[in-house]
């Protein structure tokens, strides 16, 4: 019954399709268009639904109640129900500062309203609960569990086994604030980020990493001069590929905007992914879906280094005579010294050697006077469906019309299979360096990269001491002390509902809309999010318009004690419909 309901409320995938089909046969190109945005909008919501977000490191089921635990440790995290247990251990028997550490974690739906929200993360030390902070993101709901994944940082002695626990289950939690050096700035993809150790600028067009400044003495600016090719000059040039014969080069500097693109603003790491098909100097004469590239940047706080990530996939058979997943540009011989690295993990200087031109695993620039540099850390390379890809990209001082570049050419034969993908994860670092201790550095920095951290799931140490601990994992008003009852504000707010679908009765807290609930004394304050961008008006919601019978403000302010209340709105994260309630899902006909 609720997949017929919701069936008759919307049209599917195949029946799009058909429409097309039909459409493009009678030349109704406008038509067609309009189709095909609406086969998107489709793909998102499957997307939503039904992607697999991966394994979690631990089933549902696994975890421990608060009640549990020693007195200590219980008073400290009072306000929570449950938890789970992740063990890191050290591989390598290293001294490591601080890295990202990210799990997905899997937990029973019934148990949480948001995870954003009640997430809070603290380590064992010397019988001690240590709060960190931790980023979630990227939460789904599938079947009966919820699912995100959780960053924090994480360093650690050699061969140190570190014991965390995860809280959850905590219906006044707050959105965390924790205090951080990484700020983000702009709207979509076209962003400005920065911390201690840079400040890098994305492409207002594409999203492509525009310029960058080493923030350290003179504040060095990394950038790329010159009209580029028609594009906006940046950088980072990659991903691309020559057609066959040479006739043109498709690449996703190319994009006028990013075709599909997705964000993710923390505390801890900024997290921008773009997916599509690169484009022709005379896109849409040319519009061939061959090679499929997904590339993201990770930045992080605190750390001199950021990621990148992608794959080319090849859809369908296709000749490349060249191909680049890997390609930097700067101009103004800002560097002197070129840096490479081989398959022995050793930084050196000079000229790449011949022998080692396709076996390279780190290149760059330095210039020791100044103590500048920047290098890219090659972590993983490879390739399925295709031989041993070639690691090569050796770096050039001068090259005419561009300045001081290298190029990564890795495809070892010309006609590519279909279903073919490459896949690579770089570091790139911009650390001071000197001759003496700048190999070093990003030796070790590559060593650890590439041998991260190993999490696994844990159980508590046996007999584990559990002293008095300082201070409590609860804010105020997360540990049932707030002034006035979030329950009955929660219940007040199922009173407010969206009057655009008119006969759901559905609420604005069953839909997932109400992201954060604040006590301030006698004031309330909301942070509230819209279903998509079509509806940017919160006001609507929050103060009352057009037949919305029950606003949230005239609502609250029924409750006993509140005096105040103060709407907010957020874009990030953005909605779906895997913010819905239980209640919300049925209500809207989707199944539970």
């Not at 089933?59 to 306000?79: D, E, H, I, Y």
């Not at 993360?121 to 699912?147: K, S, W």
């Not at 983000?184 to 962003?191: D, H, K």
């Amino acid at each position: 019954m609720t997949e017929t309901t919701y069936a008759h409320r919307t049209d599917s995938f195949e029946e799009k399709l058909r429409l097309l089909e039909a459409a493009w046969k009678k030349k109704d190109f406008r038509l067609a268009r309009a189709l095909t945005h609406s086969l998107r909008d489709t793909a998102i919501q499957a997307q939503h639904e039904e992607e697999s977000p991966g394994k979690p490191l631990m089933p549902a089921a696994r975890f421990g109640t608060v009640a549990s635990l020693p007195p200590a440790w219980r008073n400290w995290a009072l306000g929570w129900k449950s938890f789970k247990i992740v063990h890191l251990d050290e591989p390598l028997g290293l001294e490591r500062p601080p890295e990202p550490v990210e799990l997905l974690l899997s937990f029973p739906a019934a148990a949480v309203a948001s995870l954003a929200r009640e997430i809070r993360v603290a380590r064992i030390a010397d019988g001690v609960l240590r709060e960190v902070p931790c980023q979630v993101h990227g939460e789904v709901r599938r079947g009966t569990e919820r699912m995100a994944k959780v960053l924090f940082m994480a360093g650690g002695t050699m061969h140190q086994r570190q014991t965390y626990l995860v809280f959850y289950g905590n219906p006044d939690a707050e959105l965390p604030a924790y205090p951080s050096d990484l700020e983000t700035r702009g709207e979509g993809f076209g962003l400005d980020i920065e911390n201690d150790y840079y400040k890098a600028s994305l492409s207002r067009q594409m999203g492509q990493l525009e310029r960058m400044s080493i923030k350290r003495d003179h504040g060095l600016e990394l950038f790329a001069g010159g009209e580029g090719h028609g594009e906006p000059p940046g950088i980072d040039w990659a991903h691309d590929y020559a057609a066959s014969g040479h006739f043109q080069k498709f690449r996703v500097t190319l994009w006028e905007t990013c075709p599909d693109y997705e964000v993710v603003r923390g505390p801890l790491a900024t997290i921008i992914r773009r997916w599509g098909f690169p484009h022709s100097p005379v896109h849409p004469v040319f519009s061939p879906s061959r090679v499929h590239v997904d590339v993201e940047y990770r930045f992080y706080a605190g750390l001199p280094w950021f990621h990148k990530s992608g794959t080319m996939h090849a859809v369908k058979e296709f000749e490349a005579p060249a191909l680049r997943d890997d390609e930097w540009v700067f101009s103004g011989n800002c560097f002197t010294e070129i840096l490479w690295m081989g398959p022995d993990g050793k930084l050196r200087t000079g000229n790449v050697d011949a022998a080692q031109r396709d076996n390279l695993w780190a290149v760059g620039f330095a210039n020791p006077q100044s103590r500048d540099s920047f290098i890219a850390l090659f972590l993983e390379h490879r390739a399925d469906g295709l031989p041993e890809l070639k690691h090569n990209g050796s770096p050039s001082l001068f090259y005419r019309s561009h300045g001081q570049l290298w190029s990564r050419y890795p495809l070892p034969v010309k006609q590519v299979p279909a279903g073919a993908v490459l896949h690579q994860k770089n570091a790139y670092a911009a650390l001071p360096f000197t001759a003496t201790e700048g190999p070093r550095l990003l030796e070790e920095l590559r060593h650890r990269l590439v041998n991260p951290l190993q999490p696994s799931a844990g159980e508590l140490p046996p007999g584990a001491a559990a002293p008095a601990q300082p201070g409590r994992l609860a804010r105020q008003g997360e540990a049932g002390d707030s002034p006035i009852s979030k329950a009955a504000l929660w219940e007040a707010l199922q009173d407010c509902k969206d009057e655009q679908l008119y006969n759901a009765g559905i609420s604005l807290v069953d839909l997932g809309l109400v992201l954060d609930l604040r006590v301030r004394g006698e004031t309330v304050h909301v942070l509230m999010t819209m279903p998509h961008r079509g509806r940017p008006r919160f006001g609507y919601f929050a103060f009352g318009s057009g037949g919305n019978s029950m606003p949230i403000q005239k609502r609250l302010l029924q409750v006993p004690g509140v005096k105040h209340v103060r709407v907010e709105h957020t874009w990030a994260p953005g909605w779906s419909s895997n913010c819905l309630t239980d209640e919300g899902r049925r209500k809207l006909g989707l199944p539970v």
